[in-house]
């Protein structure tokens, strides 16, 4: 049978790894999982308990407000505030989303229809790219470099003049002009991170041209070694041209929770939140009430949640670097983008990251899940403990063809 719009999807390339990673599983083996980025650090408490209190109550169980409570909204804005001194309306400029993914893709509805073309990074979060096709547009990819070292003033200018360079020419040099550009730093998968005249170039970039810029900025709370991911939102006139996705998922570790915003240039946010007036009615409203009282009360968990992050970086790059697995040591996100090594180079990185399940006992993610963008490459998340990810080491050590 024929399905509009998914018949023609390719096979999720995830599930290949995570169903080798469960029959495995099944047969006793320990598996160390740093494949898919699902947070295992537990939500706040705070968060927990506002939970459980409201959820007594019974006048929270009816529809709540699809844009999110009054409260909310003025919460978030507090909190773009104290963390980027960016001023946002909450009436007007933040609207409640079901986690980025439904934000994102929702919000790509109402910007692109058939037609429409988007830019969109190659590689990228699926969502980035399968977003605007679901919408029905187009989408034409840029490269995203990796980052040997974004500290390093010289590679970071060459990162920007080829990204910038790139850019020019799929908005400028064909036809139909683009109407969207969707950015996200730090950048999942690769970990590239970006400076405020990074994103005021982008801001410029797209007033010139009349496009939204779409910002996903889920890892706006995990930077690492003193850096600060800046918000687009910072850069002069922002908000004339671009809305950016904010999320409870990994800086308040609170992924299955599904609280996330979109905020930024009114008129963008105005027609999502009257698409969702017809969607949805709301998440579910004792969460609503947590996540109030978290961002007010616990605003110094996302600075825990990263240091967390940090060590583990610090753990997973400095045991690649001794078995020889050179890999750039990312200053922002959750993962870790690691070239193949060339004792591989007959694998793809599906094939790659299978073989390392079955023989090290290692779940990654393959490259090219992210796009053609990502052969070539695995991704590791951050997602289990220091001491899980030594074990994750010693079995590389042990099993992996010599890589130096
Ligand atoms: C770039 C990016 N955006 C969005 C998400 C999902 O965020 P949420 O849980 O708010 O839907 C992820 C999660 O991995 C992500 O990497």
Not at 277 to 283: E, F, Q, R, V
Request: charged share 20%.
């Amino acid at each position: 049978m024929e399905f509009r719009r998914i018949t023609n999807l390719p096979p999720y390339v995830f599930t290949i790894i995570n169903n080798l990673k469960i029959a495995a599983r099944q047969d006793g083996v320990d598996v160390v999982d740093l494949g898919f980025g699902n947070p295992d650090i537990p939500s706040p408490d705070i968060a927990v308990e506002k939970l459980v209190e409201a959820a007594r109550n019974p006048r929270n169980h009816r529809y709540s407000i699809s844009r999110g409570l009054p409260k909310l909204r003025e919460a978030v804005a507090g909190m773009y505030k104290r963390n980027w001194n960016v001023d946002l309306d909450p009436e007007l400029q933040i609207t409640n989303t079901i986690g980025a993914k439904e934000g994102f893709s929702h919000l790509m509805w109402v910007l692109l229809d058939k037609g429409d073309v988007a830019v969109v990074p190659a590689p990228s979060y699926p969502i980035h790219i399968y977003g605007p096709l679901f919408a029905g547009a187009d989408i034409r990819q840029v490269p995203m470099r990796s980052q040997q070292n974004p500290d390093d003033p010289e590679q970071f200018a060459k990162f920007s003049e080829d990204f910038f360079g790139s850019l020019t020419n799929a908005c400028d040099s064909e036809n139909p002009k683009p109407r969207v550009l969707v950015v996200s730093f730090p950048h999942n998968p690769t970990g590239a991170t970006v400076d405020l005249p990074f994103m005021q170039r982008l801001v410029d970039f797209c007033r010139e041209r009349e496009m939204i810029v779409v910002h996903d900025f889920a890892y706006a709370d995990i930077g690492f070694d003193g850096y600060q991911p800046p918000s687009i939102l910072q850069a002069e006139g922002a908000l004339e041209c671009a809305v950016e996705l904010y999320s409870m998922t990994k800086g308040f570790s609170m992924a299955g929770w599904r609280c996330a915003f979109l905020v930024g240039n009114t008129s963008v946010v105005q027609a999502l939140v009257k698409l969702k007036s017809y969607l949805d009615y709301g998440i579910f409203q004792p969460i609503q009430i947590a996540a109030t009282v978290t961002i007010d009360e616990a605003s110094g968990v996302p600075k825990e949640v990263c240091a967390i992050y940090e060590s583990r970086r610090d753990v997973l790059c400095s045991g690649l670097k001794k078995i020889g697995w050179d890999v750039p040591k990312p200053r922002g996100s959750m993962f870790v983008w690691a070239r193949i090594p060339e004792q591989y180079s007959e694998m793809n990185s599906v094939e790659f990251c299978s073989h390392l399940v079955s023989e090290c006992h290692v779940a990654l993610s393959p490259g090219s899940g992210f796009g053609p963008g990502g052969e070539g490459f695995a991704r590791f998340a951050l997602i289990e403990n220091e001491q899980r990810i030594q074990q994750a080491l010693r079995n590389l050590t042990l099993h992996m063809r010599p890589v130096h």
